[in-house]
């Protein structure tokens, strides 16, 4: 899915994959019930954060990555009616191979 932001420096914004919890009932849990997601899809990256030389130096994570966060990383914004995150790449714990 291509977005018209573009992160600055070593920022990423990031859509949270939302997981449907059902209780072993078979209730759905409502979204106020749930945790946090910590998992997330990267849907744009920065150029990164510059070295002492000026050159940028390349994030280690790219667009379509799936990402493991930080539980209350990043900042909340509304794009196109869904919720992203923008984050910097500190806050990103892992990169997982799906």
């Known amino acids: 899915m291509a977005i018209s932001i573009k ?7 990031v859509e949270p994959i939302e997981e449907q ?7 759905v849990l409502p979204e106020t019930a749930k945790e946090k997601p910590q998992k997330g899809t ?4 920065g150029p990164g954060e510059r070295n002492e030389k ?4 390349p994030l ?3 667009e379509g990555d799936t990402v493991l966060f930080a539980k209350y990383s ?3 914004v509304k794009y196109d009616g869904k919720k992203l995150l923008i984050m910097r790449e500190a806050d990103i714990l892992a990169k997982l191979n799906e």
């Open 7 to 13: 992160p600055l420096g070593n920022r990423l914004v």
């Open 21 to 27: 919890e059902i209780t072993a009932g078979g209730i």
């Open 42 to 45: 990267v849907l744009a990256a």
């Open 54 to 57: 000026g050159d940028y130096m």
């Open 60 to 62: 280690e994570v790219k």
């Open 74 to 76: 990043g900042t909340e």
